[in-house]
């Protein structure tokens, strides 16, 4: 379990750090990264990152896709994560 939550920890930097970088690149007028990957970060596990740094960086807030997709990840996360500890982790 130990291995789960680093593996979460970790991604959710990563989200953070990415949607800061695509905020600066965005500033600059450089290469950004793409909204699929920004979506694939939060659906792999970093969308609780990914959401603050949207808050903290005002990044893509002005995107209704993104303000409420990345929220709806992390209730779809955090519901799969309530049955996953009720149903699977009691067997072991």
Known sequence: MLYF?????VMNLIAFFVCG???RAARKHR???PEKTLFLLAAL???VGLYVGMLLFRHKTRHWYFMAGVP????AQAALLVLF???VFPLF
Request: net charge positive.
């Open 5 to 9: 939550w680093t593996a979460v920890g």
């Open 21 to 23: 970088w695509d905020k």
């Open 31 to 33: 290469r950004r990264t």
């Open 45 to 47: 596990g970093g969308s």
């Open 72 to 75: 709806l990840i992390i209730l």
């Open 85 to 87: 500890h009720r149903f």
